[in-house]
């Protein structure tokens, strides 16, 4: 088995037009930039991938990485709990000109939508947003005296994460708070694909260390010493 | 009648001193943060963030920050002895599993019922929940720091919420800048307010009944 794949390109190359992609990571931490500017790159050659539905925590900082890619005109819509951060004009220009779509859900709603579909559960009651506008039209429930909503598991056709360590079976650990998402976007696409800052052969990585077991993995990708999105934002040296 | 309200870091302060020796705790993103700088000699509370971590603790020097390390503020952070990493299904079940002690947050108002409104103040613009709606459910206790009325002087505590509402009777007590009000059976039952204020006053900054139902104690807070 070797699930291991030589470059970027060829990583992401059946990710096509009007694709559900997850992409892993929370702000910069645990974001897969080489793997995103990959796409990007792709679209501006070729037109392809356009009319993408993105699921993050955000949509984007900067110009760099998601924000990058709204700013390229490739996303449709955003699925995510928090669009606006900071230093996110590239969403909140194309939003206010009614360019982009929004769906928002709350973040550990989002977070068990993913784990939901990832473990095979269509719906689940949660305590999130009841009695919000973000529950209008939901189906509702009490137990045990308490009301809950229901909320639809969430899939991707595609997920693109980073680990640290990544072996050739699909075997990950993550770096720090870089871990957020991206094990949950891992078993909840139909394809997902690790950039790693360290491949390694099968046995490289402690299976007592493993976060992500390799079943969830189909894809990994070498990037050694990644570029880290916030210090990018920063430092603006992309656009 | 003259009195002088307290500063958000008085109102952090005394926040800090309700939260035990080894609770599990979640602070909001920006003004409630401060409550960590507080904490009362000898206690050690746990902080929790939304995007995976237990156990942080006070930010880097700058130019020491490794952007991989970061709170749900996208701060940059470091470890405390103990911490631990996780991820984001893990984190909210501690949420919504009622592993947390206690969750501190702001507020735009917050009505008698317990009803919290603190995510957005109207339908325009870009909306932006977060964790807010996930933190205000599971908690042991859900508190709020605000000053008592917005800037232009209307009271935050209100009968009825008329921003979007966060949360359904998710509010236990709440810290302003002039007292402590505990919410039981649908009421604000005043705990605590400055000593140099009387009822009528706070009672006429506060836009819903004030209840007693025993003493009431004086809001005094260092200088800070």
């Known amino acids: 088995m070797d699930k291991s794949i030589s470059t970027l390109t060829e990583a992401v190359a059946d990710i096509h037009d009007g694709a559900v992609l997850m992409i892993g990571g929370f702000g910069g931490s645990g974001s897969p930039i080489e793997l995103i500017h990959t796409l990007i790159d792709r679209f501006r050659a070729t037109g ?19 924000a990058a890619m709204i700013k390229a005109g490739m996303v449709k819509k955003m699925i995510c709990s928090f669009p606006r951060s900071s230093n996110a004009e590239a969403f909140n220009e194309k939003f206010l000109a009614d360019e982009i779509e929004l769906e928002l859900v709350p973040q550990g709603t989002l977070a068990e939508r993913i784990r939901a579909a990832g473990a095979g559960i269509p719906a689940f009651y949660t305590p999130t947003s009841y009695g919000t506008e973000l529950a209008i039209g939901k189906p509702t429930e009490e137990f045990d005296g308490k009301h809950y909503v229901q909320e639809r598991w969430l899939k991707a056709d595609f997920a693109i994460v980073k680990g640290q360590l990544g072996d050739k079976h699909g075997n990950l650990t993550y770096r720090l708070a870089g871990r957020n998402f991206n094990p949950l976007m891992c078993m909840a696409a139909d394809v997902t694909i690790a950039q790693v800052s360290e491949l390694v052969e099968a046995g490289g990585i402690d299976p007592e260390q493993v976060i992500t077991p390799g079943i969830f993995v189909d894809h990994v990708v070498e990037v050694k010493e990644p570029a880290q999105e916030e210090v990018l934002v920063r430092t603006e040296e992309v656009h | 009648m003259s009195y002088t309200k307290l500063s958000n870091a008085q ?156 949360g359904v009777g998710c509010v236990t007590r709440v810290y302003t800048s002039l007292a402590v009000v505990d919410i039981e059976g649908g009421k604000f039952i005043l705990r605590e307010k400055l000593a140099d204020m009387t009822f009528d006053d706070l009672q006429e900054l506060t836009g819903a009944t004030l209840h007693t139902d025993g003493p009431v104690g004086d809001l005094t807070v260092p200088e800070l």
């Open chain 1, 48 to 66: 392809s991938p356009k009319d993408v539905t993105v699921i993050n925590n955000n949509a984007g900082n900067g110009y760099v990485g998601i």
């Open chain 2, 11 to 166: 109102i952090a302060w005394r926040a800090a001193q309700d939260i035990d020796d080894g609770a599990y705790v979640n602070l909001g993103i920006g003004f409630p943060e401060m409550v960590a700088k507080f904490q009362p000699e000898g206690r050690e509370a746990v902080f929790h963030t939304e995007n995976g971590v237990l156990g942080f603790g006070q930010a880097p020097k700058e130019g020491e920050e490794d952007w991989d390390l970061i709170n749900a503020g996208k701060k940059a952070i470091t470890l405390k002895p103990g911490a631990s990493f996780f991820h984001h299904a893990d984190s909210f079940s501690m949420v919504r599993g009622g592993h947390l002690d206690v969750a501190i947050l702001g507020a735009y108002q917050i009505a008698q019922n317990g009803d919290l409104a603190n995510w957005r103040v109207g339908s325009k613009g870009v909306p932006a929940v977060g964790g807010a709606m996930d933190l205000v459910h599971g908690a042991k206790r859900v508190a709020v720091i605000t000053d008592h009325v917005t800037k232009d002087g209307k009271p935050k505590l209100v009968e009825a919420c008329t921003f979007p509402l966060t």
